[in-house]
């Protein structure tokens, strides 16, 4: 067995930028991807981060549960109004897929 270790661990930078660490609260990290010839912030969400939550995913249509890992992308200079959750395989599906979502008569308008 090895002796207990009472030193302090070397101290860490007190001030860290955005730049150098990309993790937020919501337990993911978050990158900038060009899409549609726009620059789009993409953040992944842990699932234990998504407690409690519902969220209409607008790849596919459906709803992402409850504590589900996730997607969450905007355009990079709008505001929070235009985030949207994604799921992960629908966010990377997003060139193939068409533009016409078929929804059934009773589904709601997200």
Same mark, same amino acid.
Request: aromatic letters at 8%.
């Given at each position: 067995m090895s002796p207990r270790r009472n030193r302090p661990k070397e101290a860490a930078p007190a001030a860290r930028g955005a730049e150098d660490d990309r993790s937020g609260r919501y337990g993911g990290w978050q990158s900038t991807e060009d899409w549609q010839g726009e620059e789009w912030s993409v953040r992944h969400v842990a699932g234990a981060s998504a407690q409690g939550k519902t969220y209409r995913c607008p790849g596919c249509d459906q709803l992402i549960a409850s504590g589900v890992p996730h997607v969450v992308a905007w355009p990079e200079h709008s505001g929070v109004d *235009? +985030? !949207? %959750? &994604? %799921? /992960?395989?629908? &966010?990377?599906? /997003? *060139? !193939? !897929?068409?533009? +016409?979502?078929? +929804?059934?008569r009773n589904a709601p308008r997200f």
């Open positions: *235009d +985030r !949207r %959750h &994604w %799921h /992960k395989a629908c &966010w990377n599906a /997003k *060139d !193939r !897929r068409t533009t +016409r979502v078929q +929804r059934s």
